[in-house]
């Protein structure tokens, strides 16, 4: 029943094999999420349904502290305090601490890997705003805007309406205001509604319009050749 092109993906082994004992299984798992995610937190074992949750790997993690191989602390903020990680991973974020010149933008799917909010990370809190809709969720057909590493805006599928995290301070706001904007211009927007307001009232707007995006009586709307899909 099988197609040709799947020879080689299985190998037959004996049955009697030798058994794995637990503590060989909870070394090679902590040691596959170290390499997955570099620091590794109770949210890193929820988000992976681990049986028996963070304390299944918690001991292996201990041992290998005490042989060097890890280090202990609290480099992640906004996650719990027990953090274990590897001497690569953290050098990797210290290289990181400091804000780039030009803000780096990725657009992602929700349900992208890649994205640890709503996982590894809590969504941010809803933005202010009367008459605003269901917070972010990790749904399919929605997209996110991550500016320098930070959630800065949420797009649910098919909706006319997104969410959007810009930063209080400035010159913050700017920067991620025009990273966010720059990066909806891409896809092709119809943007009506913004934290469940007129898109028109919030500070996002001055951002559409620089980027190209043209004020109507239906919201901020830019026509590209290619798909576009409504926000």
């Known amino acids: 029943m099988a197609p040709r092109t799947a020879e080689g993906r299985w190998s037959l082994i004996p049955s009697g094999g030798a058994r794995v004992s637990a503590t060989e299984s ?19 074992a929820a988000a992976e349904g681990i049986t028996g949750g963070f304390s299944a790997v918690y001991d292996v993690l201990k041992a290998l502290e005490d042989a060097g191989r890890i280090r ?15 001497p690569a991973a953290l050098d990797l974020l210290r290289s990181l601490k400091d804000q780039p010149e030009e803000p780096e933008v990725v657009l992602l799917a929700a349900t992208d890997p890649a994205n640890p909010y709503g996982t590894i990370l809590p969504w941010p809190g809803q ?12 749904s399919a057909g929605s997209v996110i805007v991550m500016v320098s590493g930070a ?9 006319r309406q ?16 025009r990273a ?14 913004i934290n469940g307001a007129p898109a028109v009232d919030h500070p996002l ?27």
């Open 26 to 44: 909870a070394t090679a798992l902590a040691q596959q999420l170290l390499a997955r995610y570099g620091v590794l937190t109770r949210e890193v």
């Open 72 to 86: 202990r602390g609290y480099f992640a903020s906004g996650v719990g305090a027990t953090q274990f990680a590897l």
């Open 127 to 138: 933005p202010p705003g009367e008459g605003r809709g269901r917070g972010p969720t990790r």
């Open 151 to 159: 959630l800065a805006a949420y797009i649910s599928r098919g909706a």
């Open 162 to 177: 997104l969410l959007a995290f810009l930063p209080d301070d400035e010159p913050a706001q700017s920067t991620t205001g």
């Open 180 to 193: 966010v904007a720059k990066a909806l211009a891409r896809i092709g927007l119809l943007v009506h509604e």
């Open 205 to 231: 707007a001055g951002y559409l319009v620089e980027a190209g995006f043209s004020p109507s009586a239906m919201g901020f709307q830019i026509r590209q050749s290619g798909f576009g899909r409504g926000a």
